[in-house]
């Protein structure tokens, strides 16, 4: 509803959006969690586990400065290329799975675009500080703006803000897919999986990709409602 020349926190149709968008990664968020479940019952016919994979596609690719290492948690796996480590979780680390494996090479793919220069991922990093401070502050200037009568100037500055999540979401899609891509690759080609492995180990990191991609539908979302609602409005 609008109130006092602005948008007062009640409800109006534009909150479908945000609904929408948590529906979205929800379910996405159930289809990751029920497909690794799955096949991390599958255990491989190599037997060795996530983090010898991970060790012997690293030194594969020529790679000999990540470190691997066990962190807690479940799926919280992860590669950081400011300290060169690979991050393995409880449910990976000594896991022989046909889904730890995947998750494991998922992450290596990192490491090696890392050490390619691969510029989605040297973009996405790149602008992390920018859209940490963006969704940090995006918020605070919105309500400051609603408070203050409706300020344009500061609502659609913390609009442009949030934006930055968006550009994010959509920059990590590529980087996303590409080291499933390659992960694959490497597992099939290095016979660390079987073929018929392949196949689950592919479903396990489908369903996590199709997680970046309801994040960014969910951001998308969420910027279109900041537009419909701010988007046309004025300065009193």
Known sequence: MYYGG???MYWDPTYILVIIGMVICLLASARVKSTYTKFNRVRSHSGITAAEAAEKI???AGIYDVEIRHISGDLTDNYDPSNRVLNLS???FRSSSVAAIGVAAHECGHAIQDAESYAPLKIRG???PVVNFGA???WPLILIGIVLGGSRTLIMLGVL???LTVIFQLVTLPVEFNASSRALKILG???ILYDDEISGARKVLTAAALTYVAAAASS???LLRLLLLFGGRRDD
């Open 189 to 191: 080609n290095s016979h």
């Open 6 to 8: 602005y948008y007062g």
């Open 161 to 163: 803000l949030f934006s």
């Open 136 to 138: 940090t502050i995006s």
């Open 90 to 92: 409880d449910a990976t």
């Open 58 to 60: 690293l030194h594969g």
């Open 126 to 128: 790149a602008i992390v």
């Open 220 to 222: 998308i979302l969420q």
